[in-house]
């Protein structure tokens, strides 16, 4: 797979602990398929990933730490070209059980990608999503787990670029969707949401209308350094730790740490030449890994890669190092937890 940069070989750090990715995508893209640069940075992060599928997440997975399984989330990939508008998007969870089962097959050794599988439904038709639903969970012959509708939006149009396409705000607490919500429990079924950090006060407010649904927030809410935001992350920090604090009192939420290697916080790491080591990357996250880890717990927190979107700021060998070194002071079962327990957990995945 083509790297955006050279990057040098950093020795793996704990190569024995068992590690679980939460979080991953698949994707394929035609040549050409971009428009000409520049490009807004989330997509020149990614600019020269045109294929990462089975191949090159099991090369990831095998690069030096001990990833025993992953969880893959949607990312509009291989949806239905033709057939009813809502059923669309379980072409993605067909495509992606596909690419599972040669996993499954053994003839990678044990390891087992994309154990589970996180799609798309728009939840904004109500109880009509509960056939899209049942579609996805047929089509994932039992690995399907849950749905992420992202919320994320911002009035300025320069933070998401591309990814602001058909966003608006207040999705959270649309009625609608809150209808489409409350089937997700009934069937059993987690949410993954992704938004970015203005918008954490609507998570709050879904996640005690719902307090029997299991949510988990991705790439801890996704704090903002860039466009209107250059220069305020560390001034909006407070804002976005009390809104965490606020999300640890739901019990049934839990945290992703990870998403920190995206254009989004504005981080001096990403794109950044040389490529940051391990050590300036946690450094750089420290701040908000630690804030969750206390807030939440290490049996509500996991770590992810986000791979390959996170690329933009380290290969996945040294992403694992970073988190590692973040927890260095950890204990046996906080490390086995935040590595791994937890997701196995949320994501009800017979693996270890």
Same mark, same amino acid.
């Given at each position: 797979?083509? #790297? ?70 949607? /990312? ?9 508008? &809502? ?15 040669? #996993? $499954? ?7 087992? $990608? /994309? ?15 509960? +056939?899209?639903?049942? #579609?996805?969970? $047929? &089509? ?10 992202? %919320? ?25 969707? @809150? ?10 079924? #987690?949410? +993954? %949401? ?11 407010d879904?996640a ?13 809410g ?10 305020k @992350?560390?001034e ?19 945290v ?22 391990? *050590?300036?990357?946690?450094? *750089? ?18 770590? *992810? ?8 700021a ?9 988190f ?25 995945? +017979?693996?270890?």
């Amino acid at each position: 797979m083509p #790297s955006p940069l050279a990057r040098a070989r950093e020795e793996i750090l704990e190569p024995e602990l068992p590690i679980i990715d939460p979080h991953h995508h698949l994707w394929i893209r035609p040549k050409g398929a971009l428009p000409p640069p520049p490009y807004h940075p989330f997509v020149a992060a990614i600019a020269n990933v045109d294929r990462y599928l089975i191949d090159e997440l099991i090369a990831d997975m095998t690069s030096g730490h001990n990833v025993r399984a992953t969880v893959f989330l949607e /990312c509009r990939q291989m949806y239905r070209a033709d057939g009813p508008e &809502a059923l669309r998007c379980v072409g993605e969870t067909e495509f992606v059980n596909g690419q599972a089962a040669i #996993s $499954a097959s053994g003839l990678f050794g044990e390891l087992r $990608a /994309c154990a589970g599988i996180v799609g798309h439904a728009d939840l904004r038709i109500g109880v009509a999503v509960e +056939d899209v639903l049942r #579609s996805h969970i $047929a &089509a994932g012959h039992g690995r399907f787990r849950g749905i992420r509708h992202s %919320a994320s939006y911002d009035s300025d149009a320069g933070v998401l670029g591309p990814l602001s396409i058909g966003g608006r705000p207040g999705l959270y607490r649309d009625p609608n969707f @809150r209808e489409g919500f409350a089937v997700l429990q009934r069937l059993g079924l #987690s949410f +993954d %949401a992704w938004l970015l950090e203005p918008q954490l006060p609507d998570l709050v407010d879904l996640a005690r209308a719902f307090p029997g649904t299991t949510i988990v927030l991705d790439h801890v809410g996704t704090p903002l350094g860039i466009a209107g935001y250059h220069g305020k @992350r560390e001034e909006r920090f407070s804002i976005w730790r009390e809104n965490i604090r606020a999300l640890a009192q739901c019990p049934k939420i839990f945290v992703k740490l990870g998403g920190l290697a995206m254009c989004f916080p504005g981080f001096p790491s990403f794109l950044c030449d040389p490529p940051a080591s391990s *050590e300036q990357l946690a450094a *750089e996250w420290k701040p908000y890994i630690e804030t969750c880890m206390e807030a939440f717990g290490a049996k509500r927190c996991m770590f *992810e890669s986000n791979f390959p979107v996170d690329i933009g700021a380290c290969d996945y060998a040294t992403l694992w190092n970073a988190f590692k070194r973040l927890v260095m002071g950890c204990s046996a079962d906080e490390k086995a937890a935040l590595f791994s327990g937890t997701a196995r957990q949320v994501y009800r995945l +017979d693996v270890h």
